[in-house]
């Protein structure tokens, strides 16, 4: 075999590879810090013949996204009670005691997902485990994934959306249910997250943009 003939099969070679990397190599999982100063839990549930809204402000965690991939990704996010408000603060401090969170026990709600249905690049479903009130249930997220991009402050930043309905009775916190108590106060409670994440480099600290 000449050295024509060898250069002409080592091109063909690199040629093959070049074409399958793309194909088989993994898409990066990219991880990101919740950033709770810009991300929010809210909650409407019903009171009498209306409805009242309320906001946990303290919510954090962690995101791991493959944008390729979508059902490899997961979350694990907490949420400080104590930061409940409701722009009623007898409310705030009735929601906070043994009728209802009784957050001297159960300062935190926690979820962990347990994975992910993509029903679109940027969409889909997301399964996992919600605690409240020391209680933990599945439950199920539809999501959508709003945006990847650069900061005003040299980081990188994503934004997620995400709500559900559970029933207060499932996580035994049952004040004001029942004909005996009124039924002043619903049971399905309606969730939305509003989620804006920090981007993370290899060392953990906040990724930035060159």
């Not at 209306?50 to 996204?65: A, E, L, Y």
Request: no cysteine; proline share 3%; net charge neutral.
């Amino acid at each position: 075999m000449n050295r024509r003939i060898i250069t002409l099969f080592a091109l063909l070679i690199a040629g093959v590879v070049i074409l399958i990397l793309p194909l088989s190599a993994r898409a990066e999982v990219e991880t990101y810090m919740i950033d709770k100063v810009h991300s929010m839990a809210n909650f409407k549930i019903r009171h009498l013949f209306s409805k009242v809204s309320g906001t946990f402000s303290d919510v954090t965690g962690t995101i791991w996204i493959d944008r390729d991939n979508l059902e490899a990704s997961k979350v694990e996010a907490t949420i400080n009670v104590f930061s409940v408000d409701t722009n009623h603060k007898k409310r705030d401090n009735h929601l906070l005691s043994k009728d209802f969170f009784d957050v001297e026990k159960f300062a935190i709600m926690r979820f962990v997902s347990t994975s992910v249905e993509a029903t679109g690049k940027n969409e889909g479903f997301m399964y996992g485990e919600l605690t409240i009130h020391g209680v933990t249930r599945s439950v199920k997220l539809p999501f959508k994934v709003l945006g990847f991009g650069p900061d005003p402050w040299g980081g990188y930043r994503t934004g997620f959306e995400a709500g559900t309905v559970i029933k207060r009775n499932d996580y035994g916190i049952n004040y004001g249910l029942g004909e005996g108590q009124g039924g002043a106060v619903g049971n399905d409670v309606e969730i939305t997250l509003l989620i804006e994440g920090i981007k993370l480099g290899p060392d953990g600290a906040p990724f930035r943009v060159q």
